[in-house]
């Protein structure tokens, strides 16, 4: 069995996430995988868990937050 990288608990049916930099990641919930790779809104702080916006190398839960901080142009 595999130990979730987050937790560290012990699951037989745990999946591993390989990320873009070709990192190899071990979870037993898509709760622990979102803590651990899922990006930050660069205004608000919480976890982007859908397509967000991204604009001038940063990324935003949406265009509300991005907007927050003088990003005209991004779209939800």
Do not use: Q, W
């Not at 803590?35 to 949406?62: N, S, T, Y």
């Amino acid at each position: 069995m595999a130990h979730c990288d987050v937790c560290g608990n012990e699951y037989d049916k745990a999946f591993t996430v390989i990320t873009a930099d070709g990192v190899s990641r071990v979870f037993d919930s898509i709760e622990c995988a979102a803590h651990a790779i899922a990006p930050v809104c660069a205004h608000c702080g919480c976890r982007v868990l859908g397509h967000g916006a991204e604009a001038d190398d940063r990324i935003f839960c949406g265009a509300a937050c991005a907007r927050e901080v003088g990003v005209m142009h991004a779209r939800a």
